[in-house]
């Protein structure tokens, strides 16, 4: 009878191993799915910015390659889209720490809120009052290049009939490298 106990328990711990086993597999093929989709649902930045107004405030998912990232704190980077010309300021929120140098050059998925900032008429005298001041002073390319920016944004609002021009940029939860 002894015999039998141990045989019985033996065969229920085979038994219990075996079911763990299973669902830690299952867990596992789970998270892999997880992963895929987040690749599969996330969007190019060209596509997200041409819905933009409608998505402020949402959570999207967006897939591009990290052009920059902050040297001194990591706290941001430069996601660029498929032209490698348009870029989105991703700011390190939620589950981010921070981005690392290392991620320059990298393909991602991040996940976050997507934010505007809208530069009104007022704001884009003030910035162009300030060039204007330190163009004696300092890189006089790099002032003319900002003005030329400033005066692209004035085009842009009076083109769409807009008081403001908006500037995007994500508040990114979690990221993900993809390889």
């Given at each position: 009878?002894?015999?039998?106990?141990?045989?019985?328990?033996?065969?229920?711990?085979?038994?219990?191993?075996?079911?763990?086993?299973?669902?830690?597999?299952?867990?596992?093929?789970?998270?892999?799915?997880?992963?895929?989709?987040?690749?599969?649902?996330?969007?190019?930045?060209?596509?997200?910015?041409?819905?933009?107004?409608?998505?402020?405030?949402?959570?999207?998912?967006?897939?591009?390659?990290?052009t920059h990232?902050?040297?001194?704190?990591?706290?941001?980077?430069?996601?660029?889209?498929?032209?490698?010309?348009?870029?989105?300021?991703?700011?390190?929120?939620?589950?981010?720490?921070?981005?690392?140098?290392?991620?320059?050059?990298?393909?991602?998925?991040?996940?976050?809120?997507?934010?505007?900032?809208?530069?009104?008429?007022?704001?884009?005298?003030?910035?162009?009052?300030?060039?204007?001041?330190?163009?004696?002073?300092?890189?006089?390319?790099?002032?003319?290049?900002?003005?030329?920016?400033?005066?692209?944004?004035?085009?842009?609002?009076?083109?769409?009939?807009?008081?403001?021009y908006s500037?995007?940029?994500?508040?990114?939860?979690?990221?993900?490298?993809?390889?």
């Open positions: 009878m002894k015999n039998f106990i141990y045989v019985l328990v033996a065969a229920l711990s085979v038994s219990l191993a075996a079911c763990t086993s299973n669902k830690k597999k299952n867990v596992e093929s789970t998270e892999q799915q997880e992963v895929a989709l987040s690749v599969d649902k996330a969007v190019c930045l060209e596509d997200l910015l041409a819905n933009a107004e409608a998505n402020v405030g949402k959570e999207v998912t967006l897939r591009g390659v990290i990232t902050c040297k001194h704190s990591g706290r941001r980077c430069f996601i660029a889209g498929k032209d490698q010309k348009t870029t989105i300021r991703v700011e390190a929120k939620g589950n981010i720490g921070g981005f690392n140098r290392e991620l320059i050059g990298s393909e991602v998925v991040v996940k976050g809120t997507l934010r505007e900032n809208r530069l009104t008429k007022e704001y884009l005298a003030q910035m162009e009052e300030d060039l204007n001041d330190k163009q004696g002073k300092e890189n006089a390319e790099t002032c003319e290049s900002e003005l030329k920016n400033i005066e692209g944004m004035r085009e842009w609002m009076k083109a769409n009939n807009k008081d403001f500037v995007y940029y994500m508040d990114g939860l979690e990221y993900e490298v993809v390889e």
